[in-house]
């Protein structure tokens, strides 16, 4: 149970300084705004400037716990000293009462799952390969290790990760998911149109692949979340039409340097409902998206759609579902303006869309396989049942990972030919891209320094057959991999 307190703790902490310090931010320029948008805000700006201050701490070989600590009661000094800690007690219109029970009944039952996912022991293949794998190098490294470049959202895993490691970077994440509905439903009510504030934001926050990823240490949520927030800085004209301009585009041209997917007629399909060929889905109701479009003859909706169109530009490149996450808070809200004014039309689909995104009801529909979320794990979020077992059960490659600790020497560079844990390791893993072959680049992977060849286990007959004349000696198979010694 103490683990859980230190996470409940780290996230507690990441959103106590973010608000109070982009609270008093705004503050500080005289902005004026309603209560419910001071908040979503004040704790973006907030995280933007928390993550600046991480990562200048962390180039200065600072990244610990005690100065992160350290660091945010100074920051919560001076936030609540500049006024941070006061809220404007003005008021948007109000949520019709049968829309803000809807809303609030939905937005509690997902959230209670989203909060079982994100506190268990973290295995996503994003979070525990990728994101938190450099999280882990620099934590350990008390710096930034193996060059300057980081994303702003990695800075902030940092932060929460030096508290009490994975699942609290997770927590980071779902901060950012339980925030952006309420952004947007502050959106809908400054529209006057709070009903299509409802029902986009929850459109949005029920979607499966939004709650599969909001819940894991990935940064596609955080990027959605901070892309609204900007737009709703230019809708309250407190950014120039440049300055959102230059976000947007910077968002397109570096998201998801991922290998791509064939274009087929199939793809609305495989984005909606099968969810295995594009990673995830985004829920069958989704179908109807092509609806916003008719949100352009309302004028907040010849904001949203150009406002979608740039944040879906990555998809091009990539075609994977979650590099439509940042697009879809503007695809919702459009939906909802039109959904809206054909009266029964939004509590229906809204209802189909809740029923149908609930993880137990998504294997109805689709495909074996697919990126989801399946079961709530209070057991091991509450660990209850040891953070150990629940990984060596859940995580391929967990058990490998805990067998080089313990038997490679410390030092020595390992290549993987797959994904691979590489966040719950001390060592250097370096996972190889999908190109590589054996034994053509062999060579090439023995001359960077390899001592150590991790092979996962759909690869290995062939290099268990050769490995003699490859040069290659067989060390241990655990968890889905095989570990080769290069001679």
């Given at each position: ?77 001076a ?44 295995v ?23 060059g ?22 997770a ?32 459109l ?122 940042p ?20 509590p ?45 059960r ?24 797959g ?60 968890g ?8």
């Amino acid at each position: 149970m103490t683990q859980v307190l230190y996470i409940l703790f780290a996230a507690g902490l990441t959103y106590a300084v973010s608000l109070l310090m982009g609270n008093a931010l705004l503050r500080a320029v005289r902005v004026k705004l309603a209560r419910s948008e001071g908040l979503f805000l004040g704790f973006v700006l907030g995280a933007a400037c928390l993550s600046a201050i991480v990562y200048g701490l962390a180039a200065a070989g600072l990244a610990r716990k005690g100065v992160f600590l350290g660091a945010s009661v100074l920051l919560i000094a001076a936030a609540v000293l500049a006024g941070g800690h006061r809220f404007s007690t003005e008021r948007l219109p109000a949520v019709p009462k049968p829309w803000m029970i809807a809303f609030c009944a939905i937005y509690g039952l997902f959230a209670v799952f989203y909060l079982s996912v994100a506190l268990a022991p973290e295995v996503s293949l994003d979070g525990t390969t990728h994101y938190l794998a450099t999280v882990a190098r620099d934590a350990q490294a008390h710096g930034l290790a193996g060059g300057m470049a980081r994303d702003g959202v990695s800075m902030l895993f940092l932060f929460a990760f030096a508290f009490q490691k994975h699942s609290a970077a997770a927590m980071v994440e779902l901060l950012f998911l339980l925030v952006c509905p309420w952004g947007m439903l502050s959106y809908g009510r400054r529209i006057g149109n709070p009903a299509a504030g409802v029902t986009g934001a929850l459109l949005f926050f029920v979607s499966p692949i939004v709650g599969k990823t909001g819940s894991s240490a990935s940064v596609d949520v955080a990027i959605a979340c901070l892309l609204f927030a900007i737009f709703y800085l230019y809708e309250l004209r407190l950014l120039a039409p440049i300055v959102i301009l230059l976000a947007f585009a910077g968002w397109a041209m570096v998201a998801h340097p991922w290998p791509s997917a064939p274009w087929s007629a199939d793809i609305p399909f495989d984005l909606t409902i099968r969810g295995v060929r594009l990673h995830g889905l985004l829920g069958p109701m989704l179908l109807l998206s092509p609806l916003a479009l008719l949100a352009l003859r309302y004028p907040a909706g010849r904001r949203l759609v150009p406002a979608a169109l740039v944040a879906a530009l990555p998809f091009l490149v990539s075609h994977e579902t979650t590099s439509l996450i940042p697009c879809l808070p503007f695809v919702a809200l459009a939906m909802a303006l039109v959904l809206t004014a054909w009266r029964a039309m939004a509590p229906v689909v809204l209802l189909a869309h809740s029923i149908l995104s609930w993880p137990a009801f998504i294997p109805l529909y689709c495909d074996e396989g697919a990126w989801r979320l399946t079961n709530m794990e209070w057991r091991a979020a509450l660990r209850i049942e040891p953070e150990d077992n629940f990984l060596r059960r859940s995580l391929p490659g967990y058990d490998m990972a805990r067998y080089i600790d313990m038997q490679v020497p410390q030092g020595e560079a390992i290549f993987s030919l797959g994904p691979f844990p590489r966040s719950y390791v001390k060592h250097e893993v370096v996972n190889g891209p999908d190109s590589i072959a054996l034994p053509r680049d062999l060579p090439q992977i023995r001359n960077s320094g390899n001592r150590w060849l991790l092979i996962p286990a759909v690869d290995v007959f062939h290099v268990y057959l050769n490995r003699q004349e490859w040069g290659l000696t067989f060390v241990a198979a655990l968890g889905g991999y095989q570990l080769y010694r290069i001679d």
